[in-house]
Each structure stands twice: as structure tokens, then as C-alpha cells.
């Protein structure tokens, strides 16, 4: 299922019961210094780990709770709450909620626009990392961060997500996801079974739970009678967060199946759909995204290029014409040899089968390409590779990069989840970037380095 409604009747709480029943999740340990939980909303800490953190507070871990934005924008068809008024109530009900779970919680709001969290993605993400880098956090062996579930289907919560999993991860902190909407949308066979894990409620924390969750009133109960104020959380829903367990999304392990797609799945890739599998040489799509990439371009003159993922070579073909020579590189045999073929006679273009990170060039490069390619790598690799572009890129070179938003079943990444690895490279800052529903293209140089117009004398 594509999308959902809260006002759809949702998956019955008793086909969930049956399936937790039937099934050994192993149990979450809950050994840890310091949890920190981090919500899209108010209300989502609660729903999905109450139970959670009250373990932690009765066991004399610290907690620090931060919620993104304030809900706002739960009842857009109201006439008796206008947003700021609903932001009011709700940072109100969400400290009451901590305050009943961990009472010693230290509880931080950010207030980045409801439904807006993947246009702030930057201000997000820096004040997620500030905050966990206050207090020395990283310092404790034994801190668990707590995000949403990055499937909800949520647009906030896979957003909150992926920034938040990323500063985890550069920070070597164990991470969790916790469900909410899936529980609404989703059956059996939408979840990740293998990877998910459960904490068993004691009869107190149950009970401390159902207090927090009848602190969100403006989310259980209707505003007023009015058309628009309606609940926003049925009663079939909120049975999902009534149970003798809470159930979290624990991060895949290395090798499954996160990791790098290889040579071998792209040369089937192609055998099994054609010489052109993904439209480079038909779509309109493509070809106006690749003019929006040579267009964001800071230079004229690109000087040395390495283009990582140069697939049949229109791109290259087009980078070549600016540049002083290019290296073009692609892990399939059919590109390949496409690409050599297309750019056949061009002394400026060397063509090389080949990989990142394993494979990568020797030389230094004013102009780095890693465009429809970030999201084949595992993680692990893609860091590597970030560090390889940060050890090849020449003083005021530039990266570009563009990514497909959507979210494919085969790669171990989201475009999403990779530009925000990127955004993640200290040396580097954002100097150009344009989002669309589809893709996202971003230019990165090193810090400080001068802006077209500056460099032009304009400024």
C-alpha cells in the first residue's frame, strides 16, 4: 500500500497480537548508560517507546528525549485551534507524558516545521548532531539512541530517521527504530521480522504507559465537536500501544543485506532488461536531469573529472566538453563498453571498468560525479568512498551529486540516506542544491571556497 489515512480503520491489534504470539523476537537488552530518544512529533516517543523509557528511568539511566517538531499541523481543517495553538498544547502534553516515564528526563524541543522536515533537513541535522555532542556523549560505551521506524510510511518519521540513524552511526552509538504507523497500514508481511526485536512490560511499566498515552489529548480525543476536530488517533489504533511488549527495528547487520550491489547484479541488471535498462537514452526525465547537473556546475572549465557510474556515457559525453580530461568509471561490462563505444576518438575521456571504493583512481580531480550511484553502497563503503573524494579533490574542486528519492527493495541505501552521508563530511558544505519528489542534486565544495559570483567579482 502506497499511503494511508488515520482515519482508515487499520490492521486489527488482534492480527498483531496473533503474530507477536507466534513468533521468538529476541529480547532487547536493555543495558545502557544514556537513552535518547528522538521523535518526528510529540506523542511518537510515547507510542512507540514509553515502555522504554521508563525501563531506563527505573534502572538509573539518563534520558534525553527531542522532539523535531511540535505537531502543528495534526488538524489542518480545524476552526477552533489554529497551529500555533496546537503546538502549545502539545509541547504541554508531551511534558507531561516524559514526566510520568522518566521524571529526571531532560526533554528538548527543536520546532522545525511540521511536515517539513525534508526541507529542513540541514537544520535538523545540525541541531540533532549538536545535541549529541553536548555533555560528552560519546564518551559512554553504552548509549541507545531511539528513532523512528524509517519505514513508517511517514514522510517526518523517514526523514527523522535518516538524519538521526546517520549521526548515530558517525558517532558509533547502537540505534533502534520503533514503529507507529506500521502498526495502522501495514500486515505481517510488511515487516522485518529477522531484525526486530522485543521488550518485555512489566505491569507498572504498562500501566505508566497508558498514563503518558492519555496525556496526548489532543491526538486520543476529538478538539470539540467540530468537522476537523475530529481524533486523530482512533480507539483501534492506540490498542497497537496497549501491549505486554514493545517491539523495535534493530539495524541490519553488515553483510545482509546492506551490503555493496557488486559487478555481477548490474551485468544481470542488464541482461535481464535490455541495453538501456533505466531510459538514459529515451527519457525526458533523464535527459532534463542531466542538463540541471551540468547547469549546477559551479565552473566553467571542470579541469580534471572523475565520474563515478558513467553507465552508457551521455553524461560524460557532456562533461568532456568543459572539462580538461575526464576518467569515467562503471561496474558494468555492458556500460562499459557502451560508454567506450560512444566515446570512441576522444583522447580527453578514458573509459575504466571498475568500482568504488576498491577501485578508485589514483590522481587528484577538480570535478568528483557521483550521480545514481551512492545508493548501490553499503554504508561502510559509502563512507569510504566520501573519504577517498576528500583525499582526491583538489583544493576548490567541487562533488556533485544526485540521487533517485524513491525507495527500491534492492539497494542497501535511500538517495536520501546517502546525501545526508555526504552532508555528514566535516570538510565539506553545501554550495548548490535543488530537491524535487523525484531526485535531489547537490554541489559540495571545501569550506570557504569562494561562491561564482565571488569569484567573479559581483560580490
Not at 482515519?7 to 543495558?31: F, H, I, N, S, Y
Not at 560512444?342 to 557521483?370: K, M
Amino acid at each position: 500500500m502506497a499511503g494511508f489515512s488515520h482515519l482508515d480503520a487499520g490492521t486489527p491489534e488482534t492480527l498483531w497480537r496473533d503474530e507477536l504470539a507466534r513468533r521468538e523476537l529476541d529480547p532487547l537488552d536493555p543495558q545502557f548508560d544514556l537513552l535518547v530518544v528522538v521523535a518526528a512529533h510529540p506523542d511518537d516517543e510515547t507510542l512507540g517507546a514509553a515502555g522504554l523509557m521508563r525501563r531506563a528511568s527505573e534502572t538509573g539511566a539518563r534520558v534525553v528525549v527531542i522532539i523535531a517538531t511540535d505537531g502543528e499541523a495534526s488538524h489542518p481543517r480545524s476552526v477552533t485551534h489554529d497551529r500555533a495553538t496546537l503546538a502549545r498544547r502539545r509541547r504541554d502534553e508531551v511534558r507531561d507524558a516524559v514526566e510520568v516515564l522518566a521524571p529526571d528526563a531532560e526533554l528538548r524541543f527543536l520546532g522545525l516545521p511540521d511536515g517539513g522536515l525534508d526541507r529542513n533537513r540541514g537544520e535538523l541535522r545540525e541541531r540533532l548532531g549538536a545535541t549529541f555532542d553536548q555533555h560528552r556523549w560519546v564518551e559512554s560505551s553504552r548509549v541507545l539512541v531511539a528513532v523512528p521506524w524509517s519505514g513508517d510510511r511517514h514522510r517526518d518519521h523517514r526523514v527523522a530517521a535518516e538524519v538521526a540513524s546517520t549521526i548515530a552511526g558517525q558517532r558509533r552509538l547502537a540505534l533502534l527504530e520503533y514503529p507507529v504507523w506500521g502498526w495502522h497500514w501495514g500486515t505481517p508481511d510488511d515487516l522485518p521480522w529477522e531484525r526486530m526485536v522485543a521488550l518485555e512490560l512489566t505491569a507498572e511499566e504498562r500501566r505508566a504507559k497508558r498514563d503518558a498515552v492519555a496525556r496526548h489529548l489532543t491526538q486520543i480525543a476529538p478538539l470539540s465537536d467540530r468537522p476537523g476536530d475530529e481524533a486523530l488517533l482512533h480507539a483501534g489504533m492506540q490498542e497497537h500501544f496497549d501491549r505486554e511488549v514493545e517491539v523495535f527495528v534493530a539495524p541490519a547487520p553488515d553483510d545482509d543485506p546492506e551490503q555493496t550491489l557488486d559487478a555481477r547484479w548490474f551485468d544481470e541488471f542488464y541482461r535481464r532488461n535490455g541495453d538501456d535498462p533505466w531510459g538514459f537514452e529515451t527519457r525526458w526525465y533523464e535527459e532534463r536531469k542531466r542538463a540541471l547537473l551540468m547547469a549546477a556546475l559551479p565552473s566553467r572549465e571542470l579541469g580534471s573529472v572523475f565520474e563515478i557510474g558513467c553507465a552508457t556515457g551521455l553524461l560524460t559525453a557532456q562533461l568532456a566538453d568543459r572539462a580538461q580530461n575526464v576518467m569515467a568509471m562503471d561496474a558494468a561490462t555492458p556500460a562499459a563498453t557502451a560508454a567506450r563505444s560512444r566515446l570512441e576518438g576522444r583522447r580527453d575521456v578514458a573509459v575504466r571498468q571498475g568500482s568504488v571504493p576498491g577501485d578508485w583512481p589514483d590522481g587528484r580531480f577538480d570535478t568528483i560525479v557521483l550521480s545514481e550511484v551512492g545508493y548501490y553502497l553499503s554504508p561502510d563503503d559509502l563512507q569510504r568512498t566520501c573519504a577517498l573524494i576528500e583525499a582526491s579533490l583538489s583544493d576548490d574542486g567541487c562533488l556533485v551529486a544526485c540521487h533517485w528519492r524513491h525507495p527500491v527493495a534492492e539497494h542497501p541505501q535511500t538517495g536520501d540516506a546517502v546525501h545526508e552521508a555526504l552532508r555528514g563530511v566535516a570538510a565539506w558544505e553545501t554550495i548548490s542544491l535543488h530537491t524535487e519528489k523525484d531526485f535531489v542534486l547537490e554541489v559540495f565544495a571545501r569550506r570557504g571556497v569562494q561562491s561564482v559570483a565571488e569569484r567573479e567579482g559581483l560580490v
